[in-house]
């Protein structure tokens, strides 16, 4: 059973600061990772997408990935209270589906 | 509109009545991908579909449930004789291209309440 792995939180950090949002994978093959923000009674958004080892910027997010260590994470800059949502780690599986972890709930306080 | 449409939004049906969700793709989007969100639960796969074609269903229970993705019109997802378990938000999100690299993109949802 392919399992993706995220701590539920609530993780609360002030405005301003970092949030890191991490999650772990279980299926070692797994090539595509993927984050989203789903607000409450919302559907999920795409934040963004990786699929190497290192670092990818987009704004003020980095997602971070480490195969070695099935382990993807992702870093929000300059937290803002409208960063506030669930955030969603997902990994595609071998048809192309997506396996996601139950989120995240982040709070960013003003 | 040119994100994914769902409808409807909101669906209420009595315990042993049917229910069908409605998905139109991204323009260009030919992968269509069914989830399910229950109460404080994550999104589980349910069906993977192209056109005229079910690529995976694995996650969908093999009773009473169906989909299809037809040459002309939306995707539809099909609950027969809904259960007070049913209830959850549908959603619908589709690709531009197969393979394991391909970004989905979400629609807004269908949040079905079976009473």
Redesign the interface.
């Known amino acids: 059973q392919k399992e993706v792995e995220q701590n539920s939180g609530p993780l609360s950090v002030p405005e301003g600061a970092i949030a890191s949002l991490n999650c772990t994978y279980s299926d070692r093959v797994s090539?595509?990772f993927?984050w989203?923000r789903q607000y409450s009674g919302?559907?999920?958004?795409?934040i963004m997408?990786i699929?190497s080892n290192g670092d990818k910027e987009d704004g003020r997010f980095t997602a971070q990935l480490n195969k070695a260590s099935q382990y993807v994470s992702l870093l929000i800059r300059d937290s803002q209270p409208s960063d506030s949502a669930t955030y969603?780690c997902?990994v595609?599986?071998?048809?192309?589906?997506?396996?996601?972890?139950?989120?995240t709930k982040l709070s960013v306080k003003p | 509109n040119a994100g994914v449409m769902q409808n409807p939004r909101h669906l209420v049906r009595r315990r042993g009545q049917e229910a069908r969700l409605r998905c139109s793709p991204m323009k260009g989007h030919s992968?269509v991908?069914w989830?399910r969100q229950l109460p404080e639960?994550?999104?589980?796969?349910m069906v993977?579909l192209q056109k005229e074609n079910i690529?995976?269903e694995?996650?969908m229970p093999k009773e009473r449930f169906s989909a299809e993705f037809p040459k002309e019109g939306p995707s539809i997802l099909r609950i027969q004789q809904v259960v007070r378990g049913d209830s959850a938000a549908y959603?619908c999100?589709s690709?531009p291209f197969?393979?394991?690299?391909?970004?989905?993109?979400?629609?807004?949802?269908t949040r079905l309440t079976v009473t």
Not at chain 1, 92 to 103: R, Y
Not at chain 2, 100 to 109: I, K, R, T, V
């Open positions: 090539q595509s993927f989203y919302k559907s999920p958004e795409l997408s699929y969603l997902a595609s599986a071998s048809q192309g589906n997506l396996i996601f972890g139950k989120g | 992968h991908y989830y639960e994550g999104l589980k796969f993977y690529i995976d694995s996650g959603f999100a690709s197969s393979g394991l690299a391909s970004e989905q993109y979400f629609g807004p949802g």
